[in-house]
């Protein structure tokens, strides 16, 4: 699986941005997929995950209610609509596939997540 990350760019602090995460196979519907950050200084850290049926989703607890994951299986696409930014959300967004397992469980086990996009950078200003 390749992931193709898109999206970021310079936002005022409230303002809004939506990252875009192509997949190129066709079992993308068979995947858990999700999104991680790492700031400059900081360890990378987990912001959401969306289950292979949609059915399912997670959040960090600092992005709860302002962000929201989703994705296209037909488009081997997922989203990240993230609302009400602020200065502390910068940091390079990373996508992330892993084999279908639930999204609680993939947020916690970042070091064995085998896709990975190359990252795209948010900054907000305040």
């Known amino acids: 699986v390749q992931l193709q990350a898109s999206g970021g760019g310079l936002v005022q602090a409230g303002g809004s941005l939506r990252l875009s995460c192509a997949a190129s196979t066709l079992a993308f519907s068979a995947t858990v997929m999700g999104w991680f950050r790492q700031a400059p200084g900081k360890e990378r850290e987990f912001v959401a995950a969306?289950?292979?049926?949609?059915?399912?989703?997670y959040y960090a607890e600092s992005v709860e209610g302002r962000f929201t994951i989703s994705r296209d299986n037909a488009g081997n696409t997922v989203y990240l609509l993230m609302n009400n930014l602020k200065p502390e959300d910068t940091a390079v967004y990373y996508c992330a596939a892993d084999r279908p397992r639930p999204p609680r469980e993939f947020a916690q086990l970042m070091d064995v997540i085998p896709y990975w996009g190359r990252g795209t950078q948010v900054t907000v200003s305040s």
């Open positions: 969306i289950g292979w049926s949609r059915s399912g989703t």
